[in-house]
């Protein structure tokens, strides 16, 4: 029976109104501060090409963490396995900008999708490409062929100038030898990185090819392939949403990657992307609009990898 996937987004979109404009939007990036928590859209990109779309579905928006599960797939096509020396995969429980145990583990980060894990990937990208943050940003393009994908440079002036976390995290790990190019290198790249600019239509496009066993559905170039694409997607299950990961897998049940823009991009395997925005936070910094948005998907089409 085929799934009326309009409606059912439709439904999600009255049904989590109480909750739109009650979480917190991020502060500590200034810029994200002066975006409105009102905002709500969700899309779906399914395989064979239909797409589905609600509220602010094609408004552009700061992707931020999401950003990391694209580096992550850059970075495990040019360097495969190796990658695992320097990052481990195994979800933090810490909060995503978290000190401490990186101390404890020696500069070692818990994963790619917390802050230290993503600076590590993208000083392995900075070995491979002239600068990190244009790869990344060229990657994204490709994958939701979309060429004018830019970075919003205000957002990413505003991350560097306030990146005091960040920095401590870099220069922890380059005390522990984890990092090899300079700090301010790696520090300017990620939160241009993180300041790319995307949709949730362009989201669910770009993220695809991981619900198709690693191939971009609509041109067939294989990005990864299948047995890299199940472990991406096993690490967005058990490291993409902070340390709710638990929660999350326990409430929406699919592989996933969440930014403090408050955008969610889901995998449906086989089948599906689906791609949803809600500026307000919850207290881990995951949509509080945009998780309930994809618990009642997962609910409302018997969508989930359990
Ligand atoms: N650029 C943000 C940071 O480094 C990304 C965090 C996030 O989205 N969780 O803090």
Redesign the pocket.
Known sequence: MSIDYQGILEKIQQEVQPLIGQGKVATY?PELAKVSPHHFGMAVYCLDGRRFAVGDAFQKFST??VTKLFALALAFEREGDAIWKRVGREPSGNP??SLTQLEYERGVPRNPFI?AGALVINDILAQRFVQADVAVLQFMRQLADQPKIEFDRAVALS?QKHAHR?NAIAHLMKDFGNLHNPVDTVIDSY?RQ?AISMSCMELAQAGSFLANHGTIPWSGQVILDSSSAKRLNAVMLTCGTYDVAGDFAFRVGLPAKS???GGILAIVPGELAVCVWSPGLDSA?NSLAGVMALELFTTMTARSIF
């Open positions: 990036i931020q963490s995503f900008n802050n991350e960040n939160c993180c930014g403090v823009g910094g």
